[in-house]
C-alpha cells in the first residue's frame, strides 16, 4: 500500500476513545466564545492540552440521524447513512460496507474493544479481546463506564494491539435522565478528563511506537439531553486530535468539519485505502508534519478516490477534455466551472490535476513557488467539497419506479377507505330521513363546522411541503384546533336564540340548561387549549423562548411536585365524576371505581417518594414499585373489561319500550360507556406514572378537555354529524401530541421513561413503552371513542323503531374506525408523495424523513387504537348477545 500511495503511516497504533453524547461546545466552546466555565473547570487536563497546542479540537458536524450506529458507521466508512438507520439502531447489522476497521484486520492489526456493544454487532470476528456493554439501559450512568475503564490500566500496557477502542456511554445516560445541565453532568464530565489525562501520560512515558489518540462523540445533545434530529446542539460532535506530530504547538481557532471527513484522514494517517463509498475529505491540517508533495499526494488519493464514486453514480462522467478550462491562471475559482453536473466536475477534476502535474514540473525544474502549491490545494480543495456535498445528497436516491409502486397500494388503500366513509354516511342519513325525499335535498347542505374540518385536512396537506411549518407544526394544530371550537361556540350561540320561548316553561328551562352546558364546555376546551399551547414551546425556531414548562422547571420540585399530586387527585376525581352518570348500576360502577382506587394510591407513592424533576429513581425499590403498578393496571383494566359485558345491569332507557331488546342494548351502551372510561383512567394513571413530571397537568387536561368535547356535543342540537365529532376528537389528540412536548424532530422522544420499570435491558419493552409515551394523547382520544360510540348507541335506540345489530354497528362502531382511518390514510399518502417529489431536497434528512418516521409511527397508533375500539365493541355485542338468547 506505501508503495501506491507515496505516503508512510504517520501513526502505528491509534486509541479511538468514543464519548457517546458529548457536544463540542462543552470542550471548544461556540462561536468563538470558549466552553462554558463549568465544563472547562470539570475537564482542567483536557483543557491545558488545548492552551499549550497539544490537541487539536475541531467540531465535527454530525449529519442527521443523530443516533450512535449510523454515526460510528459515517465515522469507520465515511458513507451517508438514512432514516431507515433510526430502526436499525436497535438492531444492529453487520457492517458489510468497506470500512476502516476491515481495512486495519486486512493487514494484520490487532484490535480491542471496549464498551458499546454497537461495535461487536457492527463488526463481529474483528476484535482479539473485547468487553461490550448494552447502549440503551440509560438509567445506568455508572458501571455502563466502570465495565471500560476497569479494563484501561492492563491494556495501555499491552503491546500486542494496533487499534484500541474506547466507547463510554455514561455522559450520554446522564443527558438523557437529566439534560445537559444535570447535577451528574459534571462529575461525569471529570471523569471522562481522568481518563483522558491516563491515556495521554500513557502516550508518554510508553515507547511502544508512535500512538495517536482520537477523542470523538457520536453527536451532541439538545437542553433536555435528547438526540437523533438535526439542530445544532445535535449536530455539534467533537473531534480531537492529541498526539499530532510536528503539529503547530499554539492555540488555534477550531474548525468545523464533517463527521465523514475522519474516514479519509485516518486512511491516509495510517496507510490503508479510503473506504470505496466513503464521501468525507481529507483533514488537511493532520498531514502538516508531511512534505508538500506527500500533502499534495494525499489530497490527490482522496480526489481519485471520490471522483470514482462519481463515476458509479454519473455514468456519462467522462474528463477526456479539459472542459475549457484556463491553464495559464490559478483556476482556484468554482465559479469559474459552469454547465451540467458532469462538466463542472470534469472541469474541478481537470483543474486540480493539471495544476498538481505542473507543481510537480516545476518540482523537477527547482522553481516551485509558494502561490503554485496553494493554488493546487485550493483546486483539490474546491474539487472535494462540492464532490462531498453532491455525494451526501444522492444518498437520498431511491428507486423511483419501486417507491411510485408503493405510493400507488397507498392511495388505493386510501381510496377504499374514504369510498367506505361516503357510503357509510350515505346509508346513515337514509335510514335517519327513512328514505324520505327530504334525503337529496339534506345530503347537500353542510354546515360551517362540517366545512372546517375539511379544511383542516387541507390545510395540513399543503403544510406539509414547506419545511418550516413540518418543523412548526403544533402551532397549526393548536390554531385549527382552536378556531374549530370557536366555530362550535358560535353555533352554540346562535341556537339559543332558535329556543322556542313558546314552549312549556320546563321543556324551555331544559333547552337553556343544556345550551350553557353545551357552551361552558365549550369554553372551558377553548382555555385548556390555550394552558396547552403555552406549556411547552416546541418545534425547532422557538424551543428556546419562555414558557411554562420551563418556569416550572426554573422553580425546581417545590413546584412541579404539587402539580404532580393535585393533577392525580383531579384525574381520578374526574373519573369518579364520569362514572357518576351511570345512576341506575350505582352499586356495580362503585365497585369498578374502587377497584382503580389502589394503582392510583401506588402511582400516588411512587410520585411521592420516588419522582422528581430531575433524574427519574433507579433504585431496586422504585422499580419494584412501578412493575406492581404496571401489573396492577394491567390486570384490573382487562378483568374490568371482560367482566363488564356479563354483569352489567341492564336498564330500560328514556323513550323506549320495554322490550328486551333494547333493554339489552342499552346495557350493551351502558358496557361500552363503562369500558371506554376504564380504558382512558387508565391510560390517564399510566402516563401520570411515565410521562415526565412536567407532563402531568397536561395530562389531565387533555383527559377533561376530551370528555367536555364529548359533553358539549351530547347537549348540542341539533346534533352534529358523528363523522363531525369523530374528526374533532382526533384533532384534540393531535393537538395533545404536541402539547406533550413532542415535536417533528426525534431529539423530543423520551428515552428515559422507556425503561421505568425496567430492570435489565429489553428493547421490545423500552420500545412499547417509548411508544406509549410519545403516542400518550393520540391514543388517549381513541380510546375515549368508546365513550362517544355508547352515546351514539343510545341515540340510536331513542330515534329507531326497529333496533337490530346491522343498524347499531353500522351507526355507531363504522365511524369511530373509518374517520381515523380515513384522515390518517389522507396524510399518509400525501406526505409519501411529497417525501418522494423532496428526497432531493436540502432537508430531505433533516426535516422530512424525521417527519415521515412520525407519521408512520402515528399510523401504527391509529391502527392499534382502532383495532382496540373494535375488538371492545365486537366483545361486548357478543356478549349481550349470549346473554339475550338467554333471556328468550
Not at 470542550?27 to 472547562?40: Q, S
Not at 345512576?583 to 400516588?604: D, E, N, Y
Request: a neutral charge.
Amino acid at each position: 500500500m506505501q508503495e501506491l500511495s507515496n505516503i508512510s503511516p504517520s501513526y502505528d497504533r491509534l486509541i479511538l476513545m468514543v464519548v457517546d453524547g458529548l457536544p463540542a461546545e462543552f470542550v471548544l466552546g461556540r462561536d468563538d466564545r470558549p466552553a462554558p466555565e463549568i465544563f472547562r473547570k470539570s475537564m482542567p487536563y483536557t483543557q491545558s492540552l488545548l492552551d499549550r497546542g497539544v490537541a487539536t479540537g475541531y467540531h465535527a458536524k454530525a449529519a442527521p440521524p443523530t443516533v450512535t450506529m449510523p454515526r460510528l458507521k459515517a465515522m469507520v466508512s465515511g458513507s451517508v447513512g438514512g432514516f431507515l438507520d433510526v430502526a436499525l439502531n436497535f438492531n444492529t447489522q453487520e457492517l458489510l460496507d468497506d470500512n476502516l476497521i476491515g481495512q486495519f484486520f486486512k493487514i494484520g492489526w490487532k484490535m480491542v474493544m471496549l464498551g458499546d456493544e454497537t461495535w461487536l454487532k457492527l463488526f463481529p470476528r474483528s476484535f482479539t479481546r473485547h468487553d461490550g456493554v448494552h447502549s440503551f439501559f440509560v438509567k445506568d450512568t455508572v458501571q455502563v463506564d466502570h465495565n471500560v475503564s476497569r479494563h484501561l490500566d492492563a491494556e495501555l500496557l499491552m503491546i500486542d494491539w494496533k487499534l484500541l477502542i474506547l466507547h463510554y456511554l455514561g455522559l450520554d445516560h446522564v443527558g438523557h435522565t437529566g439534560g445537559r445541565n444535570s447535577v451528574l453532568m459534571g462529575p461525569k464530565l471529570e471523569e471522562m478528563d481522568e481518563v483522558i489525562k491516563k491515556i495521554h501520560r500513557s502516550m508518554v512515558q510508553n515507547k511502544h511506537g508512535r500512538t495517536l489518540l482520537m477523542l470523538v462523540s457520536d453527536h451532541g445533545m439538545t437542553e433536555n439531553g435528547n438526540h437523533g434530529g438535526a439542530s445544532y446542539e445535535e449536530a455539534d460532535a467533537l473531534m480531537l486530535l492529541i498526539g499530532l506530530r510536528d503539529y503547530d504547538r499554539r492555540p488555534s481557532t477550531h474548525k468545523t468539519v464533517n463527521q465523514v471527513d475522519i474516514t479519509p484522514t485516518l486512511a491516509l494517517l495510517f496507510g490503508v485505502p479510503i473506504p470505496i463509498n466513503s464521501a468525507g475529505i481529507l483533514i488537511a491540517d493532520t498531514l502538516k508534519s508531511l512534505e508538500a508533495a506527500q500533502q499534495l499526494r494525499a489530497l490527490e488519493l482522496n480526489t481519485w478516490q471520490l471522483f470514482r464514486l462519481l463515476q458509479a453514480q454519473l455514468p456519462d462522467l467522462s474528463c477526456s477534455s479539459s472542459c475549457g478550462v484556463d491553464k495559464d491562471g490559478p483556476g482556484n475559482d468554482i465559479g469559474e466551472c459552469d454547465g451540467n453536473t458532469e462538466e463542472i466536475f470534469c472541469c474541478l477534476y481537470i483543474k486540480a490535476a493539471d495544476l498538481h502535474k505542473a507543481w510537480k514540473s516545476c518540482q523537477v525544474l527547482g522553481s516551485n513557488k509558494v502561490e503554485d502549491y496553494r493554488s493546487t490545494v485550493l483546486a483539490y480543495n474546491d474539487f472535494l467539497r462540492t464532490a462531498s456535498e453532491w455525494l451526501s445528497r444522492r444518498a437520498t436516491n431511491k428507486p423511483v419506479g419501486l417507491l411510485a409502486f408503493g405510493l400507488t397500494g397507498m392511495i388505493l388503500s386510501s381510496l377504499i377507505l374514504l369510498s367506505l366513509l361516503y357510503q357509510l354516511e350515505q346509508d346513515v342519513c337514509m335510514i335517519k330521513e327513512d328514505r324520505t325525499s327530504h334525503f337529496s335535498s339534506r345530503m347537500h347542505k353542510w354546515h360551517m363546522d362540517e366545512i372546517f374540518v375539511m379544511a383542516i385536512v387541507c390545510f395540513l396537506v399543503l403544510s406539509m411541503g414547506s419545511s418550516s411549518l413540518i418543523e412548526e407544526e403544533q402551532y397549526i394544530w393548536h390554531f385549527m384546533t382552536s378556531t374549530l371550537y370557536f366555530l362550535l361556540l358560535r353555533k352554540a350561540v346562535q341556537s339559543i336564540s332558535s329556543v322556542n320561548t313558546q314552549d312549556q316553561g320546563n321543556f324551555m328551562e331544559r333547552q337553556i340548561k343544556r345550551r350553557f352546558i353545551q357552551m361552558s364546555s365549550i369554553i372551558f376546551v377553548l382555555i385548556s387549549g390555550r394552558i396547552l399551547r403555552g406549556w411547552h414551546q416546541g418545534g425547532v425556531n422557538w424551543t428556546n423562548f419562555p414558557d411554562i414548562s420551563k418556569w416550572l422547571e426554573s422553580e425546581g420540585t417545590a413546584y412541579i411536585k404539587p402539580v404532580q399530586l393535585v393533577s392525580l387527585l383531579l384525574l381520578t376525581t374526574s373519573g369518579f365524576y364520569a362514572l357518576s352518570f351511570l345512576r341506575p348500576s350505582k352499586r356495580f360502577v362503585i365497585v369498578v371505581g374502587l377497584s382503580f382506587l389502589f394503582p392510583a394510591i401506588l402511582v400516588l407513592q411512587y410520585i411521592i417518594n420516588y419522582q422528581s424533576s430531575g433524574v427519574p429513581a433507579s433504585s431496586n425499590n422504585a422499580t419494584l414499585l412501578v412493575q406492581i403498578i404496571y401489573a396492577t393496571l394491567g390486570t384490573t383494566t382487562f378483568g374490568i373489561v371482560v367482566a363488564v359485558p356479563w354483569f352489567m345491569p341492564v336498564r330500560n332507557p328514556k323513550g323506549c319500550s320495554s322490550h328486551h331488546y333494547n333493554v339489552l342494548h342499552v346495557g350493551i351502551a351502558d358496557s361500552l360507556y363503562l369500558i371506554g372510561l376504564v380504558y382512558i383512567i387508565c391510560w390517564g394513571l399510566l402516563q401520570l406514572l411515565l410521562q415526565q413530571p412536567i407532563n402531568s397537568a397536561p395530562i389531565l387536561l387533555l383527559l377533561v378537555q376530551i370528555l367536555a368535547s364529548m359533553c358539549s356535543s351530547s347537549n348540542s342540537d341539533p346534533e352534529p354529524k358523528q363523522w363531525v365529532e369523530v374528526a374533532v376528537v382526533y384533532y384534540l389528540g393531535m393537538a395533545g401530541h404536541f402539547a406533550l412536548g413532542n415535536t417533528n424532530t426525534i431529539a423530543t422522544i423520551d428515552v428515559a421513561g422507556a425503561y421505568m420499570g425496567v430492570s435489565s435491558h429489553s428493547t421490545v419493552l423500552s420500545g412499547i413503552l417509548m411508544f406509549m409515551i410519545t403516542y400518550a394523547a393520540p391514543m388517549l382520544a381513541l380510546l375515549s371513542m368508546l365513550i362517544n360510540l355508547s352515546r351514539r348507541s343510545k341515540i340510536s335506540l331513542v330515534n329507531a323503531q326497529d333496533v337490530d345489530l346491522h343498524f347499531l354497528l353500522k351507526t355507531t362502531l363504522a365511524y369511530p374506525c373509518l374517520v381515523p382511518l380515513g384522515l390518517n390514510s389522507i396524510f399518509l399518502v400525501a406526505y409519501t408523495t411529497i417525501l418522494l417529489l423532496m428526497r432531493n431536497h436540502l432537508f430531505v434528512w433533516s426535516v422530512f424523513s424525521p417527519k415521515y418516521m412520525y407519521v408512520c409511527a402515528t399510523t401504527a397508533c391509529i391502527y392499534i387504537g382502532v383495532l382496540i375500539v373494535a375488538s371492545t365493541v365486537f366483545y361486548t355485542y357478543s356478549t349481550l348477545g349470549l346473554r339475550k338468547m338467554w333471556i328468550r
